[in-house]
């Protein structure tokens, strides 16, 4: 196992942690329903909801290329 392995299988834990962070913007009802409330569709995001963002977008970048990475290196070694 190389060390982009044990990368990715940490970075793959965060992610997955975060996303679980994550609130959600629809009622389960609404969601199963398919009814879509507009009451906060313009909502601007503060506060932690926006480092959250960023910190997923950052871990699925890395995750990608920890991904590409690994996949370099079984076909190489």
Sequence with gaps: ???VDIL???VSCLLIAII???ESKEDASQAFSGEKSDLFANRKERGIEVWINYI??????AFVILSILSAFF???F
């Design 1 to 3: 196992m190389h060390a």
């Design 8 to 10: 990715l299988l940490i």
């Design 20 to 22: 679980v962070l994550q």
């Design 56 to 61: 997923t977008g950052g871990l699925s970048v």
């Design 74 to 76: 079984v076909q190489r």
